[in-house]
């Protein structure tokens, strides 16, 4: 029995929290809302709802090349030959997207995530896609820790890229519970012992319809553009309290 018995891609609403533990307390909360998008579905989407599109401009749209595409593949291609690669036998499998689309022609995703699913809707691998201000990008892959119970995913992996100018060397811990009516995802970050930063998304699905699209289009119009400023407002803050900054080492993305 498949996992969701209805369209599988979702608006997701809820809150997101930063707290930072060193050297400094520093904590914050803000509202958001993300898309849910089957990789396979988006055609459909696109013809479902009104205010979104892939090919044209529109209040919202999703563009493959914001996020990994490699030799200009498809991103759903992309991601199935990374795992493949990987060894993974990916028959039956479904990837859902938890990003941000663009919203009146802007996007910036911090992280986003692909939730590879088995054919019988089992939670097997995740993929997080970062995003530096810089226009640099990483994937890491999430292997899940096989000791933990069904109903929660735990995994590592070591930092390789420049995001915050606080941060140093560090290793992220992921902790998600993927339910069908909600997305719990938590990121610690670690430099060394000591952990520098936890993050956590508390996320409700529910179903996309124009409806829903419209409700928080009027709650949060600037959802992506509100992302950039804050991260910038926040730097600005952390920095007045004095927090060593790192400058950017460039990068080939």
Same mark, same amino acid.
């Given at each position: 029995m498949e996992r969701f018995d209805h369209a599988r891609s979702f608006v997701l609403t809820g809150i997101i929290r930063h707290l930072r533990?060193?050297?400094?307390d520093y +904590?914050?909360?803000?509202?958001?809302?993300?898309?849910?998008?089957?990789?396979? #579905?988006?055609?459909?989407?696109?013809? !479902?709802?009104?205010f979104f599109s892939d090919k044209r401009p529109n209040v919202l749209r999703f563009k493959s090349s914001?996020?990994?595409?490699?030799?200009?593949?498809?991103?759903?291609?992309?991601?199935?030959?990374r795992l493949e690669e990987r060894g993974w036998d990916i028959t039956g499998w479904r990837i859902a997207l938890v990003t941000y689309p663009r919203v009146f022609g802007f996007v910036f995703n911090p992280v986003s995530f692909y939730l590879c699913r088995d054919s019988e809707g089992e939670l097997r691998?995740?993929?997080?896609e970062v995003?530096?201000?810089?226009?640099?990008? +990483?994937?890491?892959?999430?292997?899940?820790?096989?000791?933990?119970?069904?109903? #929660?995913?735990?995994?590592?992996?070591? !930092?390789?890229?420049y995001v915050s100018p606080f941060i140093g060397a560090a290793r992220y811990e992921l902790n998600m519970f993927d339910e069908p009516s909600q997305l719990r995802i938590s990121i610690s970050e670690w430099e060394g012992e000591e952990r520098t930063l936890f993050a956590h998304m508390d996320l409700m699905r529910d179903a996309l319809t124009n409806k829903r699209i419209l409700k928080v289009l009027v709650r949060e119009p600037f959802v992506t553009l509100k992302t950039i400023i804050l991260i910038g407002?926040?730097?600005?803050?952390?920095?007045?309290?004095?927090?060593?900054?790192e400058r950017h080492v460039s990068r080939k993305r």
């Open positions: 533990s060193r050297k400094i +904590e914050f909360t803000h509202r958001v809302w993300y898309l849910e998008l089957d990789l396979d #579905e988006i055609p459909l989407v696109t013809q !479902k709802i009104y914001d996020h990994f595409t490699p030799n200009a593949q498809s991103l759903a291609t992309a991601l199935r030959t691998h995740v993929i997080a995003n530096n201000t810089h226009g640099e990008r +990483e994937l890491y892959d999430f292997d899940r820790d096989a000791s933990m119970p069904d109903s #929660e995913y735990r995994s590592k992996a070591e !930092k390789r890229m407002w926040h730097a600005w803050r952390l920095r007045r309290h004095g927090l060593k900054w």
